[in-house]
């Protein structure tokens, strides 16, 4: 069993849906919580950070982390197909140190 | 802020030649940066973590005479892939911690916009 485990999509929706994207994990110890956006072909953008859990708002997106579930979300408010993207999410035991990466989710939102 | 560049963005060569790869943080210092590789419609994988005036940490299973790894100073670390082997074809990221940020939102690693290699 990985650490993180994260749904490979694709996962298609229209313009304008919203979307969630989720991640477990097994490590209680992990502190951190990020997404990252990767578009084809670049690298990894940061989105969202999140220390413990919690949600955090940031325009078109949410992240929550529940840590007593082991499982944390990124919503996509009002999507746009320039969200079209691979979503990672990522943690780690101490800032700015090793992350263990989620596969990654493929997301498609069709104009 | 944290932004984070390499060089060359792809390259094509030869089997048996090595190949060089730079990540600059661009407006920050980094103390530590680290490399990763990333295989078509998978996700990240750690090789090693780079530490400026020291040896870089390697990844079990990623050879470290294969593939150097050289933090000559706090805004630049090097990969060179020697005698490199079409199986060594893959996109290389690198990423940094901008050590500005250390304790606060945002404390975690940026990454580079990778380095598309082709071996032939």
């Known amino acids: 069993q990985k650490e993180v485990e994260q749904d490979p999509g694709p996962l298609s929706v229209p313009e304008g849906a919203i979307v969630s994207l989720n991640c477990t994990y097994s490590n209680s110890a992990f502190q951190y919580f990020m997404w990252y956006r990767q578009y084809s072909r670049k690298g990894p953008e940061l989105l969202m950070y999140t220390y413990s859990s919690g949600n955090k708002e940031d325009g078109r997106f949410t992240a929550q982390v529940d840590k007593s579930s082991k499982y944390i979300s990124l919503f996509i408010r009002d999507s746009q197909p320039s969200d079209s993207a691979t979503y990672l999410c990522?943690?780690?035991?101490?800032?700015?140190?090793?992350?263990?990466f989620g596969g990654g989710t493929r997301l498609m939102v069709k104009p | 802020g944290a932004v984070v560049s390499q060089h060359p963005s792809w390259v094509i060569c030869k089997s048996g030649t090595s190949v060089k790869i730079e990540c600059r943080s661009l407006d920050f210092q980094a103390t530590t940066m680290f490399w990763y590789r990333q295989f078509p419609k998978q996700s990240l994988m750690l090789m090693a973590t780079s530490n400026e005036g020291s040896k870089a940490t390697y990844e079990q299973g990623v050879e470290k005479d294969k593939f150097l790894i050289n933090h000559a100073s706090l805004t630049l670390s090097t990969l060179t892939v020697t005698s490199a082997h079409p199986e060594d074809s893959s996109f290389y990221i690198c990423s940094a911690r901008d050590l500005r940020l250390a304790g606060g939102p945002g404390d975690t690693q940026y990454f580079g916009p990778g380095t598309r290699l082709t071996v032939l």
């Open positions: 990522a943690m780690s035991h101490n800032a700015g140190n090793m992350l263990t």
